[in-house]
C-alpha cells in the first residue's frame, strides 16, 4: 500500500511539469471558512504588435500552451542560433491549434512591424502560429525581466549592444511558466518539445 | 631561419603521430605534397575553431545558412567567384542585396575589424575547402594583397559619400 502509494506520487511528480516562479501563500474564504490558496507567478496582461500589424494581447494565447523568447533581428550572436531552434519548434507544431510562439524584439527603435514582416517571411514562417512582436521598449523589458524572468535590456558593452538571454520560456494554459530551456542548444530544445507533449497532455487529460 | 624549421619538423612529427588514422581515411588530400598536407591541416583545425567562433551564429556550424535570412556557405555558388569579396567582408562586413543559389539575400552582415590577417586566412581555407569543395590554401601573403585593395575600396567608398 504504502508502496504503491510512493510509486504513484513518484510517476505524478515525472508526469507533471514544475510551476516556477515565486509563490504566495494567501488566504481565501471559501464557502464561509478560510482556507489556504496558492498564488502562482503568471504572465502579467500585454499588448503589442506583431509582423502583419495586429495587437497581440493575452486574449490570443486564452487555451493555447506557448514558447516566448527575446531577440532582435540584428543581432549577430546568438538569436540566428535560437531562431533555427524555434524553427524545429515551429515545424513540429505550426498545425497544432493549441501551440503558439511569441517571440519579442528587444531593439522595438530598429524592429518595426515592417523590419519583423521581412523577417518573418524570409524565415518562411506564419504568424497563425508565430508571432514576432514589437512595441514600447520599457514595456518589453519589464514583461521580460518580471513576468519571464530573462534578463533583456540594452548595454552598449556587448555585440549589437543588447544583452539579453537565450532562453525560451514555456508558458501554460493558465500562464504560468513551466519550463526554461537554452534555445542555443539543440538537446534543450529537444527537451522543451518533449515537456510541450507532456503539458498538452496534462490538459487534455483534465 | 633554422628555428622554425626545426619547430616544422617537430609539429609535422607530432601531427604524423596522432593524425595517422586520419591521414588514411582522407584521400582527398593525397594529391597534395607532404608539407603543404600537414600546413593544410593546421588551416583548417584553426580555421573551425575561429568559424565556429565568429560565422557559425548566423552560417551556422554546418555551412548550411538559415532559411532565406543567412546564405548558405555550403554549396554556395557565391564563394568561388567572389573571392575578394568574401575575405573583405569577414573585416568590414557586407551590406545590400546579395544572391546566392539563386536567392536573393539581405541581411547586413557586421564588421569584425579586429579579426587578423593570419585568422582571416585560417577561416577562408576552411570555407573554401570545406563548404565550397576547393582544396586550398588561402595563405597569409593573399590575404594581405586582398586586404591592400578592399581598404582601398572602403577609403574611395568614403571618400565618394564625403566629398
Known amino acids: ?206 | 631561419m633554422r628555428k622554425p624549421l626545426s619547430l616544422f619538423l617537430l609539429i609535422y612529427l607530432v601531427s604524423m603521430l596522432s593524425s595517422c588514422d586520419q591521414d588514411s581515411k582522407s584521400d582527398r588530400f593525397d594529391h597534395l605534397d607532404f608539407r603543404t598536407k600537414i600546413r593544410l591541416r593546421q588551416y583548417l583545425g584553426e580555421g573551425k575553431r575561429l568559424y565556429d567562433l565568429h560565422c557559425a551564429n548566423c552560417h551556422q556550424v554546418d555551412g548550411q545558412g538559415l532559411a532565406r535570412l543567412y546564405p548558405p556557405l555550403k554549396g554556395s555558388d557565391y564563394l568561388l567567384p567572389n573571392k575578394q569579396k568574401v575575405i573583405c567582408g569577414m573585416r568590414y562586413g557586407q551590406k545590400g542585396e546579395l544572391m546566392v543559389n539563386g536567392i536573393l539575400f539581405n541581411q547586413e552582415m557586421p564588421p569584425n575589424p579586429t579579426i587578423t590577417d593570419l585568422e582571416i586566412a585560417e577561416i577562408a581555407t576552411y570555407v573554401y575547402t570545406e563548404f565550397a569543395d576547393s582544396i586550398q590554401i588561402v595563405t597569409i601573403h593573399e590575404v594581405e594583397a586582398i586586404m591592400r585593395l578592399c581598404a582601398q575600396d572602403t577609403l574611395s567608398n568614403a571618400t565618394l559619400k564625403n566629398p
Open chain 1, 1 to 206: 500500500m504504502l508502496i504503491g502509494i510512493i510509486l504513484v506520487s513518484c510517476s505524478q511528480n515525472e508526469s507533471r511539469l514544475p510551476i516556477l516562479g515565486r509563490k504566495e501563500i494567501k488566504s481565501v474564504t471559501f464557502d464561509g471558512k478560510i482556507k489556504a490558496d496558492t498564488i502562482y507567478h503568471t504572465i502579467r496582461d500585454f499588448s503589442f504588435t506583431d509582423q502583419d500589424g495586429v495587437t497581440i494581447s493575452q486574449d490570443i494565447f486564452k487555451d493555447k500552451i506557448y514558447v516566448a523568447d527575446f531577440f532582435f533581428t540584428t543581432c549577430p550572436t546568438i538569436c540566428p542560433i535560437m531562431k533555427r531552434q524555434m524553427l524545429r519548434v515551429y515545424e513540429k507544431y505550426k498545425d497544432n491549434p493549441d501551440v503558439l510562439i511569441l517571440s519579442h524584439t528587444i531593439d522595438p527603435d530598429y524592429d518595426s512591424v515592417e523590419v519583423l514582416h521581412e523577417f518573418a517571411d524570409r524565415l518562411g514562417v506564419s504568424s497563425k502560429t508565430w508571432h514576432f512582436v514589437t512595441g514600447n521598449k520599457d514595456s518589453i523589458y519589464d514583461i521580460g525581466q518580471n513576468s519571464y524572468m530573462v534578463t533583456a535590456r540594452q548595454d552598449p558593452d556587448e555585440p549589437g549592444g543588447y544583452l539579453h538571454s537565450g532562453a525560451f520560456l514555456l508558458i501554460d494554459k493558465d500562464r504560468r511558466v513551466r519550463g526554461i530551456y537554452d534555445g542555443t542548444i539543440e538537446e534543450k530544445v529537444d527537451l522543451l518539445m518533449k515537456d510541450m507533449d507532456k503539458l498538452l497532455k496534462e490538459y487534455a487529460g483534465e
